[in-house]
């Protein structure tokens, strides 16, 4: 069967420091990959997808760039912490477009 | 515009009683609607999708295009139904989020 894995669970950075949050798939191939950020009360912000190893669209101008190494393996980094970048992540995985969504157990950001 | 309401941040009921919580949307073409649940201390996981016109732990929620809705419904509230649940429409790779309900259901 098909899991998710994302690391860390929680993460407390400085501003202006690197961030590198890393999230893989096992048990298919070719999925569909999502990085969310899930603000309070504001439900669920696509960041980045993917729909192939290198191929990246971002959905938001922002301080956070995703990359796609490997086919199952997708990462949501920083160059500079913000502040504002402070939240709730959630990578997904899907198996096509029209499929439903599997979400990791998320990491908690804090910047200070 | 693309748009996803959930007008109810919390919705509080009895054990036994009747669940409707609401899903508007907003979409120009054919759209496919979903609902996630969020138990505590769990991942977000999918509870049902319209096309599948299926019942999941006594959810049921059915595509009303004349009113842009997807409620999503159960006849007798449970206390492990207590969650956060979330409507989701699809567009092209994107999910589009509701801001969520909290539901609580009290004994």
Redesign the interface.
């Known amino acids: 069967s098909q899991t998710i894995h994302q690391w860390p669970a929680t993460l407390v950075q400085p501003v202006g420091s690197p961030l590198s949050l890393e999230c893989t798939v096992e048990g298919t191939s070719n999925p ?1 990959l999502y990085w969310y950020r899930q603000a309070a ?6 960041l980045f ?1 993917s ?1 192939g190893i290198g191929q990246i ?1 971002s ?1 938001v101008p922002q301080n956070l760039s995703a990359s796609r190494p490997q086919d199952r393996q997708f990462i949501l980094s920083s160059k500079k912490l913000l502040l504002s970048d402070s939240g709730f992540y ?1 990578c997904a995985w899907s198996g096509g ?2 499929q ?7 990491t908690r950001l804090s910047i200070l | 515009a693309q748009r996803v309401t959930q007008p109810e941040k919390l919705l509080s009921v009895f054990k036994g009683a009747p669940v409707e919580l609401k899903c508007n949307y907003s979409y120009s073409g054919s759209p496919e609607l979903f609902w996630y649940v969020q138990y505590s201390r769990q991942r977000l996981q999918l509870l049902l999708r319209h096309i599948s016109r299926e019942s999941i732990k006594g959810f049921t929620a059915d595509l009303n295009k004349g009113e842009t809705s997807f409620h999503l419904k159960k006849p007798f509230a449970q206390e492990e139904d207590s969650a956060m649940y979330y409507c989701a429409l699809l567009t092209n790779y994107q999910l589009i989020w509701g801001a969520g309900t909290k539901l609580i259901i009290k004994p």
Do not use: A, I, T
Not at chain 1, 41 to 46: D, E, I, M
Not at chain 1, 100 to 106: K, S, T
């Open positions: 569909n009360g504001r439900g669920l912000q696509l997808y729909v669209s959905e959630l477009r029209n439903p969504q599997h979400f990791g157990d998320g």
